[in-house]
């Protein structure tokens, strides 16, 4: 039986109206004012509607702040992140869930206990890393007293103080940002809701781990990994703070910097209609990805396939 409720009806469609109007009104102003000139922007009140300047804007923003090459470096970023935090995500997951060896849920603790550490708060810790990629194993060195014995050695004092950075590189903006504890999780859970007749069937056949997971765990997947593909991948694209760190050549900075590089001064006009066109461009990627893998989005987050 059907329970006809008109009220709440009409208080759910008031509710999501007024959510869908607080939520796209920013996006409106940013696009009326990338339509003005710098006069019209300023003003107060600002015009509501459309002008005619949005091409020149465009244009404008375009070479100012060369936000080809930010886009496709975005992409980079972006792709890259996506891409490491999924492969790492299944492989963790896959480990924790198939395979016993000492220690497994203490490893599987320490890694969702990772979440209560974003980037910021380990931002010190992992620009000194990035900016020597070596020095976890050169620490391991003078913990194992290696610098010694290659000094006994060779006769004379050597020191492992080799340097590999990672700043001003798309290394740098992508591999310390491509472990997921959240994403882990996600494929964990998933995976214990697997039968377990499947591994064993697999073992009969004579299929090996990795013929296991390539097989019969990815295929099953495909959904949970369409989702966090559209959030990991925004996820990227959003990055300010650690791009801003790890890059100072304006060749890697990437198209958030750029925005923000076209905010007013305090000494200088305010040019609100450019810095509004350049968060129009920025916004365009990951509003196409959601659009076209909506669907798999959306599946991944309520359906659970076996």
């Known amino acids: 039986m059907t329970e006809r409720t ?15 109007l607080v939520t796209g009104f920013p996006i409106y102003v940013a696009l009326v004012a ?50 490491g935090k ?31 550490l974003p980037i910021e708060v380990r931002i010190v810790p992992t620009y000194e890393v990035a900016a020597n990629a070596l020095t976890p194993f050169i620490w391991l060195g003078e913990v194992l007293g290696l610098d010694d014995l290659a000094s006994w050695i060779a006769g004379e004092r050597v020191s492992f103080d080799v340097k590999v950075s990672l700043l001003n590189s798309y290394a740098g903006l992508i591999f310390p940002l491509i472990a997921s504890a959240t994403a882990t999780f996600l494929f964990r859970q998933f995976f214990l809701t697997v039968p377990n007749e499947m591994c064993e069937a697999a073992k009969v056949d004579g299929a090996g781990p990795m013929r296991f997971l390539a097989d019969i765990l990815l295929p099953l997947s495909r959904t949970n990994i369409a989702a966090l593909c559209v959030i990991l991948f925004i996820y990227g694209w959003n990055q300010y703070l650690w791009p801003l760190l790890v890059t100072t050549d304006p060749s890697y900075s990437t198209v958030v910097i750029g925005i923000a590089k076209l905010m007013p ?25 959601v659009v076209f893998l909506q669907r798999l989005f959306v599946r991944g987050l309520v359906e659970s396939e076996k």
């Open 6 to 20: 008109p009220i709440l009806d009409i208080l759910t469609h008031v509710f999501l109206i007024l959510g869908i």
């Open 34 to 83: 990338a339509t003005l000139t710098p006069q019209e922007v300023n003003g107060l009140p600002m015009p509501m509607f459309f002008g005619d300047q949005l091409l020149v804007n465009l244009q404008e923003t375009w070479s100012r702040a060369d936000l080809g090459l930010q886009l496709f470096n975005s992409a980079v970023q972006a792709i890259g992140i996506t891409i």
């Open 86 to 116: 999924v492969a790492i995500s299944i492989l963790s997951a896959f480990a924790i869930v198939y395979f016993d060896f000492r220690f497994k849920m203490t490893a599987f603790w320490i890694i969702f206990m990772s979440l209560m």
């Open 265 to 289: 001064s305090p000494e200088a006009v305010p040019e609100w209609n450019l810095a509004m066109t350049a968060a129009l461009i920025a916004m365009a990627p990951p509003v196409l990805v």
